[in-house]
């Protein structure tokens, strides 16, 4: 699906900005409505849906239990 968003959690990625979770909700709502800008009529649905999964992803991300990285034997 999404190949342009990029995977916004530990290991993969650090110091995640708001902006890199809301250029990811973005691309999804993007596309999943096949729209790359809304008609005039739909910008407010558009944009609270980017704000909808935005808020969905930041929760996602702050709820994450990740296991601790391996511990390296000396």
Known sequence: ???SIKTLREPY??????DD?????????R?????RA???RNTEAFE???EAVAAATSSLLDELQLKPPAREHP
């Not at 990625?13 to 708001?18: C, G, I, P, R, Y």
């Not at 596309?31 to 729209?35: E, R």
Request: proline letters at 3%; glycine letters at 4%; hydrophobic letters at 45%.
């Open 48 to 50: 609270r849906a980017v």
């Open 21 to 29: 979770v809301k250029a990811a909700a973005l691309q999804y709502v």
């Open 13 to 18: 990625t650090s110091d995640v900005t708001d």
């Open 31 to 35: 596309k999943i409505s096949g729209f």
């Open 38 to 40: 809304p008609s005039a």
């Open 1 to 3: 699906m999404c190949r």
